[in-house]
């Protein structure tokens, strides 16, 4: 299940920024990590199976002041709908058909130099 993380976090610079964006899309299960908001100090961060509140604490640790805002399913079934194209302007994929050969196994065959002479010492 899809959910969207909207966090407040203070950024001041780009490089701000860019720790923020970095340390959200490093957790486990993040689709998505965008700016938004007045000054863009609102990280919306979209995905599945994130836990909120480890997300929370890493970016406190990394970035100081942090306010979880809001949490949210994604509803997936009204996105399908509106972006789902008619079967009149629908696009067919393209396949393109390789031959791969499979790589035949060398074989060696050992000779013994010493195999018709036998010295005994």
């Given amino acids: 299940m899809k959910q969207k993380i ?3 976090v203070p950024m001041n610079d780009p490089k701000s920024r860019s720790k923020a964006m970095k340390t959200a899309v490093g957790i486990h299960g ?5 700016l938004e908001g007045g000054n ?3 990280l919306v961060v979209v995905g599945e199976g994130v836990d909120s509140v480890v997300l929370t604490t890493l ?3 990394k970035m100081g ?3 979880l805002v809001s949490v949210a399913v994604v509803d997936e079934k009204k996105k399908e ?3 789902k194209p008619s079967s009149e302007t629908a696009v067919l994929p393209t396949y393109w058909a390789y031959q791969y050969s ?6 060696y065959v050992y000779q013994d130099p010493y195999q018709d002479n036998c010295c005994i010492m």
Avoid: G, N, Y
């Avoid at 993040?30 to 965008?34: F, G, L, Y």
């Avoid at 499979?102 to 074989?107: E, N, R, T």
């Fill in 65 to 67: 002041f942090t306010e």
């Fill in 59 to 61: 970016l406190r640790k």
């Fill in 81 to 83: 709908e509106e972006t």
């Fill in 102 to 107: 499979m790589p035949q196994p060398l074989h």
């Fill in 40 to 42: 863009k100090e609102e």
């Fill in 30 to 34: 993040v689709i998505s990590a965008t």
């Fill in 6 to 8: 909207v966090m407040k």
